[in-house]
């Protein structure tokens, strides 16, 4: 099970991170994805983190603001989102994939395993 919390509203320019809590699997055996879903928009993988936590993958979009990282001890995955803008607007979900050892992770939606309920994050200009 993966819970999604830590959303908000934040003014442009600022600054949230959310959390992702795994529960019934250990982080290292899957990689950790964050999507997020604007309405009437496609859901667009923006960073995504592999078992081990030695990789990490970006989107474009996000690149050099978003940062993901992970607490092994707590089984928790966070995205700390900084710059944010009303682009940045959304319901952001997290979500896992198995992967092999040695595997890159990756940033589509259709491969991931495992979802958890969304977070909204609102960004006011």
């Known amino acids: 099970q993966l819970q999604a919390s830590g959303g908000g509203l934040v003014q442009a320019g600022g600054s949230l991170r959310v959390s992702c809590v795994a529960s019934?699997?250990?982080?290292?055996?899957?990689?950790l994805g964050w999507f997020r879903q604007a309405p009437g928009q496609e859901r667009e993988g923006i960073s995504c983190?592999?078992?081990?936590?030695?990789?990490?993958n970006y989107a474009d979009s996000v690149k050099g603001r978003f940062t993901i990282s992970r607490d092994s001890t707590k089984n928790t995955v966070y995205l700390q989102m900084n710059r944010l803008n009303a682009e940045d607007t959304a319901v952001y979900f997290c979500?896992?994939?198995?992967?092999?050892?040695?595997?890159?992770?990756?940033?589509?939606?259709?491969?991931?395993?495992?979802w958890g309920k969304g977070t909204q994050v609102t960004v006011s200009s």
């Open positions: 019934g699997f250990t982080l290292e055996n899957y990689a």
């Open positions: 979500a896992a994939e198995a992967l092999f050892p040695g595997q890159r992770c990756g940033l589509n939606y259709h491969d991931m395993d495992y």
């Open positions: 983190m592999t078992g081990r936590g030695d990789r990490t």
